[in-house]
């Protein structure tokens, strides 16, 4: 299809075949295409829309869920506050795709992990979007941080993760002659890949189905029923009125915000609530010490200050765990030290100002500082009593690995 954009958005040139009904939203810049087989319609803007769907948040698990939809043969739209497609979680993160070796059967993260790992990496094959199987150290310093791997290669067996190898000392010094280590568990199917790139082939493939995606539309009220289509209010420079039968809160860092809004008290469960865990992330100049990606054994809050591989062969270390009241994106680099002590724990010629800033990302808790870690939460009419509604809460580390498989449940739940 063709858009016209000459107006900002507010008129939408579209081919008669597979035309969607919504328009006077800000369209994405993403997936033009020109089909001269087709007469072009241009429609002006008025409010109070019917769609089959509506996903809020387009970050790689909103893209992801939309895209279900829209191939589902649902007419659906995708909503995102922000003027682009993934600014937040989403393109702020490791960039890693996730084994699943941490989780804890049973759990929602393990579970989507290991099956979105299997789902992903066929995707980025058959879409050409640029990724590798670089693989994965995790290494421990000492007898007891042993015992430690060893559970967790135990754990990740139970999750259906049966390909980790515990190799020795001289075994790790073999695969990456800069790592310091007693021992470590090898993942050999951990990978990495181009998050943007990933993003973009998502939005292609929903496009491609129907779908549309409207960037700068805040949602900025609903009211939901029991017995007719929901209604939204969609913000920014041209506002409307959107009603569905199918909801999908998909905001991430804004999850538990846009739940109180919508549904304002009526809900039969309550959302969990929400915290902050801000990373920071530090580049390493000059040539790579590292084939692989080198990992310590995990902490609260997070996997450890640990060293990923972009796809251009640059090093980065990161995240910390750095527990905050809201979302902001600013580096404070007071805790340099405490980042050279530890990478040092694993990489001891780490050389300290090489070192750059790098950027930040903030992860969505449902859990406060010191307790457990969390799990996926997906609230569902079985849950909240409210039908066609679907809320994600705590998607965080490995949303971006499980992204398909948390678009396969959604699916499900939907379905009731």
Known sequence: FRRDRSANGVLETLPQRGRSRLSGLQLSPAGQKDDKDNAIEVIPVVSGHSTDAVVIGAGVVGLAIARALAQAGRETVLLERRSHI????????????????????????????????????????????????????????????????????????RCGVDDLDLIDGAGVRALEPEVEGECALLSPSTGIVDPHQLMLALQGDFEAAGGMVAVASPVEAGELFLDRPHRIRVGGEFPTELR?????????????????????????????????????????????????????????????????????????????????????YGFDDSGREDFVNAIRRYFPGLEPARLQPGYTGIRPKVVRPGDAAGDFILLSERQHGIPGLLSLHGIESPGLTACLALAESALGLLAG
């Open 86 to 157: 993934g600014e937040e979680t989403s393109s702020r993160n490791s960039g890693v795709v996730h084994a699943g070796i941490y989780y804890p059967p049973g759990s929602v993260k393990a579970a989507t992990c290991v099956r979105g790992r299997q789902l992903l990496y066929e995707f980025l094959a058959s879409h050409q979007v640029p990724h590798r199987r670089c693989g994965k150290l995790v290494v421990a310093r000492s007898a007891g941080e042993r015992r430690a791997l060893q559970s967790i290669r135990d754990r990740a067996a």
């Open 244 to 328: 569905c039968r199918v909801l999908v809160n998909a905001t991430g860092l804004h999850a538990r915000r846009t739940w109180d809004f919508l549904v304002n008290g009526d809900a039969r469960q309550a959302a969990p609530d929400q915290f902050y865990a801000k990373g920071h992330y530090y580049s390493y100049a000059g040539a790579a010490p590292f084939s692989r990606l080198v990992y310590p054994l995990p902490e609260a809050g997070g996997l450890g200050v640990h060293a990923t591989l972009d796809l251009g062969g640059q090093v980065r270390f990161g995240p910390d765990v750095r527990w905050v009241e809201g979302v902001d």
